[in-house]
């Protein structure tokens, strides 16, 4: 699996967007950019995946830039439960196979009143 | 309701008594696995199962045993505890896609 590079720690002010880079300059083709979150001490959550095209879900948005080697978790209207340990994640495909993921350390948010 | 069960979720202990933390997951999922989590180090996979019968180790497997007989329960076993392996620890499943991969409420564990 590719590594990856996250900043340890980020806080954003409640109601506006939240950025959470990675950085993956490893990165195989066929390779997925994962992200999950974990709030405190519970265990960690599915948030977004993508492979080349910006993703959005109901959780999220995921930019990934053309070349691959980087991507950005978007929180557009963070909250103060969004706090929580952000974790990206490169793997090879998205469904099938025995791959369960390893999590690194992550990105801490903070969302502040 | 899909969920992943974890019993006990506090435990305290001593060095060398040999301890089980259950788990068992309602959805039919094949791949398994266990997580332990400390300050700092992230979640590192300590083993993980494919399928009944079929586990294998993950990235700390020193000093912990697993067992898969049935799809739905995927024991972790400590013959031995020693200190260092007071952590936090989260079973999973997940069915074929990652984004189906399910936690369980995690076992705080310390080991005196």
């Known amino acids: 699996d590719a590594k990856t590079t996250q900043p340890p720690s980020m806080d954003c002010a409640e109601g506006r967007a939240a950025n959470l880079p990675c950085n993956h300059s490893?990165?195989?083709?066929?390779?997925?950019v994962y992200w999950y979150r974990q709030i405190h001490s519970q265990g960690p959550q599915y948030i977004i995946h993508?492979?080349?095209n910006n993703e959005t879900n109901e959780m999220a948005s995921l930019i990934i830039t053309e070349d691959r080697k980087s991507s950005t978790l978007i929180l557009p209207h963070a909250t103060l439960r969004d706090t929580a340990v952000y974790y990206c994640?490169?793997?090879?495909?998205?469904?099938?196979?025995?791959?369960?993921?390893?999590f690194g350390r992550g990105t801490s948010l903070i969302v502040h009143p | 309701e899909a969920q992943v069960t974890q019993n006990p979720r506090y435990l305290i202990t001593v060095t060398g008594k040999k301890l089980t933390v259950t788990c068992s997951q309602n959805?039919?999922?094949?791949?398994m696995s266990w997580y332990r989590q400390d300050p700092g180090l992230g979640l590192r996979q300590i083993y993980y199962?494919?399928?009944?019968?079929?586990?294998d180790k993950g990235d700390v497997p020193e000093g912990y045993k697993v067992s898969r007989k049935e799809k739905r329960n995927f024991p972790l076993i400590l013959e031995s505890p020693s200190p260092n392996q007071t952590s936090l620890y989260f079973c999973?499943?997940?069915?074929?896609?990652?984004?189906?991969?399910?936690f369980g409420p995690g076992t705080r564990l310390l080991v005196l």
């Open positions: 999973a499943s997940r069915g074929d896609a990652v984004e189906t991969q399910y």
């Open positions: 490893t990165i195989s083709g066929n390779e997925y």
């Open positions: 993508g492979l080349k």
């Open positions: 994640i490169v793997r090879v495909a998205a469904s099938g196979g025995s791959y369960i993921p390893t």
């Open positions: 959805m039919n999922h094949e791949y």
């Open positions: 199962s494919m399928n009944v019968e079929v586990t």
